[in-house]
């Protein structure tokens, strides 16, 4: 099998792309699989690695609804959400899943659909577990393929 191409993440549009992803998206949490997919959308902006949107339907444990929420001046306003461990303990991850109930014309698809950041859990792409985005800000996914400095970091954030 060929290597994949590098994504290069300064050649990312902005205004960012949302576009439907082939690959194989999968998270797991203490070594359960908690959402598993290959029906998802990924979010492609200037110096950002890619944003992953799974379909609420993907999810194996519930979402409970979270009373915070943020602004995106690209996709409108999040919900958050808040997961409860899968191994029946009573740890629940807040405010570290999101969607756009609303969202804003453009970007209308993702409507259903939920962006994770990269950790508590474990995600992965295409069998690769990925990293997270630098930072505790933005919620991009990182894999091998990518390339180029991404934004989150320190001195990064008036880029």
């Given at each position: 099998?060929?290597?994949?191409?590098?994504?290069?993440?300064?050649?990312?549009?902005?205004?960012?792309?949302?576009?439907?992803?082939?690959?194989?998206?999968?998270?797991k949490w203490r070594d359960q699989t908690i959402a598993d997919?290959?029906?998802?959308?990924?979010?492609?902006?200037?110096?950002?690695?890619?944003?992953?949107?799974?379909?609420?339907?993907?999810?194996?444990?519930?979402?409970?609804?979270?009373?915070?929420?943020?602004?995106?001046e690209w996709k409108g306003r999040a919900t958050y959400w808040?997961?409860?461990?899968?191994?029946?303990?009573?740890?629940?991850?807040?405010?570290?899943?999101?969607?756009?109930?609303?969202?804003?014309?453009?970007?209308?698809?993702?409507?259903?659909?939920?962006?994770?950041?990269?950790?508590?859990?474990?995600?992965?792409?295409?069998?690769?577990?990925?990293?997270?985005?630098?930072?505790?800000?933005?919620?991009?996914?990182?894999?091998?393929?990518?390339?180029?400095?991404?934004?989150?970091?320190?001195?990064?954030?008036?880029?």
């Amino acid at each position: 099998m060929p290597p994949k191409p590098k994504l290069n993440v300064h050649n990312f549009p902005r205004p960012p792309l949302l576009e439907k992803t082939p690959r194989h998206l999968q998270v797991k949490w203490r070594d359960q699989t908690i959402a598993d997919t290959k029906d998802a959308y990924w979010v492609l902006e200037t110096t950002h690695p890619p944003t992953y949107y799974l379909p609420v339907t993907a999810f194996t444990l519930p979402l409970h609804p979270s009373p915070h929420t943020s602004f995106c001046e690209w996709k409108g306003r999040a919900t958050y959400w808040n997961l409860q461990s899968p191994d029946g303990d009573k740890e629940v991850v807040r405010n570290r899943a999101w969607s756009y109930e609303s969202p804003t014309k453009g970007f209308e698809a993702i409507k259903g659909y939920v962006s994770l950041y990269a950790e508590p859990w474990d995600c992965y792409v295409d069998g690769e577990k990925v990293e997270p985005q630098p930072g505790d800000f933005y919620g991009g996914w990182v894999t091998g393929d990518i390339e180029g400095r991404v934004k989150g970091g320190p001195g990064t954030w008036g880029w």
